[in-house]
């Protein structure tokens, strides 16, 4: 069945989930579609001219890791050096969930291009490999990148002053109608958890236009200020 979610059926399915936004907005991207964004990959070869399938598929998807709807895209297998810090004071362990989805193109040990059970062989380069692993590898680097899969609560920001309490307070993700405001645990993380998510949207509906798909401004450090009380 692996290659069978290639097939001109699934195609249809999924061109039809974005031809209405695709046909109105060309190639230009705005702040609620994934169309024109960095992970808009119809207008590479290997995806058949689609956006979806590369990420998700109708039938016979992976099930295999949380918070993955119909997932079609090999999954990453390595095993990462971690982020560690004297003053940190959550546990750091293996990304899991959605972060390990986006690992699964970021960490440059996973083709772009293997998705539908079919082993790619477009690897993502440069400073978007965060996880700094090398085709067909098993282990990547995350040392130098924030942490990720950290439960984040109000357990440990009584721990750690520097954090603001993640249940109490307000903040607001994107700008103008592509909005939402809540408190840090409602609109950032994910089962109280800091994931990639957390700060960039893959799909671009909250996110800042002219940023890498940030939810919150970097200007002034302000996307950091939102959980460290600094």
Request: proline share 4%; aromatic share 6%; glycine share 12%.
């Amino acid at each position: 069945m692996g290659t069978q979610k290639r097939t001109s059926l699934s195609r249809i399915l999924l061109a039809g989930c974005c031809s209405v936004v695709f046909s109105l907005t060309g190639s230009l991207a705005w702040a609620g579609t994934i169309v024109g964004t960095d992970h808009d990959f119809s207008t590479s070869t290997w995806s058949g001219g689609e956006i979806c399938i590369a990420c998700h598929t109708p039938h016979n998807a992976d099930t295999t890791t949380t918070d993955a709807p119909l997932w079609n895209h090999a999954l990453t297998a390595a095993t990462y050096t971690l982020y560690s810090s004297p003053s940190l004071d959550a546990t750091v362990g293996q990304p899991d969930g959605s972060s390990k989805l986006c690992l699964s193109c970021h960490d440059g040990t996973v083709a772009l291009d293997s998705f539908g059970g079919v082993i790619g062989s477009t690897y993502i380069s440069g400073t978007a490999n965060i996880g700094e692993g090398t085709p067909g590898g098993t282990t990547g680097d995350l040392s130098n990148d924030h942490p990720i899969s950290i439960t984040y609560d109000a357990a440990l920001a009584g721990t750690d002053t520097s954090l603001f309490d993640p249940t109490v307070g307000s903040v607001t993700i994107g700008q103008g109608g592509d909005s939402k405001t809540g408190t840090i645990d409602d609109v950032m993380l994910l089962a109280n958890k800091v994931q990639c998510a957390s700060c960039h949207d893959v799909h671009n509906k909250y996110a800042i236009p002219g940023t890498p798909l940030l939810r919150i401004t970097d200007a002034a450090s302000a996307l950091c200020l939102t959980c460290h009380n600094k």
